[in-house]
């Protein structure tokens, strides 16, 4: 089992997640909709990886997820700073694949 982290961004719905998954040089490894249950995330998530540090956008809600995926499951999770968080609703490319790819991002890069 390798011990290079994974960097997850989460955006976060009260029906669903967006996940994306980056590698430590940025490669997109993963990014797909799941239920949310942070079994479910976390359970996607593992194939990449066991060392997870994730971003998810503050939210109502997120918190409760957040605490799960860092309690039960082990996760270094961070919300995302929300000066940066507000700014991605106005980008042009506002997606939820592309919002989870910036949390991603925003969290490996630090």
Same mark, same amino acid.
């Given at each position: ?14 029906? *669903? ?22 079994? @479910? ?13 994730? @971003?998810?956008? *503050?939210?109502?809600? *997120? ?6 995926? @860092? ?14 968080? *507000? ?10 694949? @592309? ?12």
């Amino acid at each position: 089992m390798t011990t290079v982290p994974v960097f997850v961004g989460l955006d976060y719905h009260s029906k *669903a997640i967006q996940v994306c998954v980056l590698s430590a040089t940025g490669q997109v490894l993963g990014n797909k909709p799941l239920p949310n249950t942070a079994a @479910a995330v976390d359970a996607f998530v593992r194939r990449f990886g066991p060392r997870i540090t994730a @971003a998810i956008e *503050a939210c109502p809600g *997120a918190a409760h997820l957040a605490d799960e995926l @860092a309690g039960r499951f082990g996760w270094d999770i961070r919300q995302g700073h929300p000066g940066f968080v *507000a700014r991605m609703r106005q980008s042009p490319d506002k997606t939820d694949w @592309a919002d989870a790819r910036v949390l991603a991002d925003l969290v490996r890069v630090g």
